[in-house]
């Protein structure tokens, strides 16, 4: 079933790909855009644990809202999933990495390792790509930016979720976190010596803070959806007011083991 579907999905790139072209080499008269557009590729990096319900309609999106000449791979880093993660991604076509250690920071900096491409772009396993995402990530970098991500949308139709959603659009650290995505080219990434993995909570924070000593932080005006299981499971507020004291407890200094005490005591959750 999954091969067929990794079949269809690619065969559909590659149509749209000669529609795409075939329009702006003889309609549009851009001739050398083709070529051009090939000097920078992506390495998507998408670290797993228990995913086999969403992992599939991540993947898809991939295949079918981007472009296959930007893509060389998509990469698969496992935390030791006991469900049918792992045989789904590989049937959707990813390439998969079993990691040694369990632990979002250590599995995307595995992941990066492995990647061959200049730029990377690390998503969570239940997010979905817009439209020609990653068009806009190289477009982004070739204008001079060396990080960034999308707007955030939740796949909940919830009017607090929706105020929240709205400040992503501004560049401030404490809107931005990893289900936006994270884009970076490989040399900063190195730079900065990837993900901390002391960080088992609030890792794509610290990067962020991080990569703005650097350089300059692009968002996206495009949204990324994002799964609100946490919200629907816990209820809207109560998780929100979860985050909010994590995040003001991590300003103040509380130490990573803390932090994951009043997660694990506070709402229904079963990654960390």
């Given at each position: 079933?999954?091969?067929?579907l990794?079949?269809f999905l ?7 790909y ?8 003889f309609?549009?008269g851009e001739?050398?855009s083709?070529?051009?557009?090939f000097t920078v590729?992506?390495s998507?990096?998408?670290?797993t644990?228990?995913?086999e319900d969403?992992i599939i309609?991540?993947?898809k999106?991939?295949?079918l809202?981007?472009?296959l ?6 990469i698969v880093?496992?935390?030791?999933s006991?469900d049918?993660?792992i045989e789904?991604?590989?049937?959707c076509?990813a ?7 369990k632990?979002r ?19 969570h ?7 020609h995402?990653?068009?806009d990530v ?12 999308f ?5 909940y ?6 105020l ?5 659009r501004f560049?401030k650290s404490?809107f ?5 995505s ?9 730079k900065l010596h ?5 960080y088992i909570?609030?890792e ?7 990569i703005?000593?650097h ?10 959806t ?15 007011i979860?985050f909010?004291r994590m995040?003001i407890?991590?300003?103040l200094?509380?130490?990573q ?5 009043v997660?694990r005591?506070s ?6």
């Amino acid at each position: 079933m999954y091969d067929h579907l990794f079949a269809f999905l690619t065969a559909q790139r590659v149509i749209n790909y000669v529609k795409i072209h075939l329009h702006r080499c003889f309609v549009r008269g851009e001739r050398t855009s083709i070529y051009q557009e090939f000097t920078v590729m992506i390495s998507i990096i998408i670290p797993t644990y228990n995913e086999e319900d969403n992992i599939i309609a991540t993947l898809k999106s991939i295949h079918l809202n981007g472009n296959l000449h930007l893509i060389k791979e998509i990469i698969v880093v496992d935390g030791g999933s006991s469900d049918k993660t792992i045989e789904k991604a590989n049937n959707c076509g990813a390439r998969i990495i079993v990691s040694q250690i369990k632990g979002r920071a250590a599995q995307m900096n595995e992941g990066a390792a492995a990647a061959s491409e200049k730029i990377l772009h690390f998503i969570h396993a239940d997010s979905i790509l817009p439209k020609h995402f990653d068009t806009d990530v190289v477009r982004a970098i070739n204008n001079g930016y060396e990080a960034g991500c999308f707007r955030l949308a939740f796949d909940y139709d919830h009017w607090f979720l929706k105020l929240n959603c709205w400040f992503t659009r501004f560049d401030k650290s404490a809107f931005h976190y990893g289900d936006q995505s994270l884009f970076i080219t490989s040399d900063l990434f190195n730079k900065l010596h990837g993900f901390n993995e002391r960080y088992i909570v609030f890792e794509d924070l610290d990067i962020i803070r991080r990569i703005k000593k650097h350089c300059k932080f692009k968002i996206l005006k495009k949204n990324i959806t994002t799964s609100a299981r946490k919200y629907v499971e816990n209820g809207v507020f109560k998780m929100q007011i979860v985050f909010y004291r994590m995040y003001i407890m991590e300003q103040l200094g509380a130490t990573q083991q803390l932090l994951v005490n009043v997660l694990r005591s506070s709402i229904k959750q079963d990654k960390i």
